[in-house]
């Protein structure tokens, strides 16, 4: 599974397995995400998952504002594995 994949990624940069941590979160609700997206595309009326993934939306900002103020290296270091934002060129 994907999940369990990411969580042995996240253990072996800790060394310990915590489902629970704010990497793992953001990583799950980038998956719900992804998922109500595409279910969305197909079905466009759907006002109830379009709330939820707004929720959602909401949740994992609140968790990625909190670890880039509290460490900016973990935060750019999951953004890149998930590759959620996008790179700024210049």
Not at 12 to 28: A, D, L, M, Y
Not at 48 to 60: A, P, V
């Amino acid at each position: 599974m994907v999940k369990n994949s990411f969580i042995s990624v996240i253990s072996q940069e800790k060394k310990e397995e915590n489902p629970g941590s704010i990497e793992f979160q953001v990583f799950s609700f980038t998956n719900k995400i992804r998922r109500l997206t595409s279910h969305l595309e197909l079905h466009r009326k759907d006002y109830l998952s379009q709330k939820g993934l707004r929720k959602i939306l909401g949740k994992r900002q609140r968790l990625l504002s909190y670890l880039s103020k509290k460490n900016g290296i973990r935060y750019k270091n999951l953004i890149n594995q998930l590759n959620i934002r996008e790179s700024k060129t210049r």
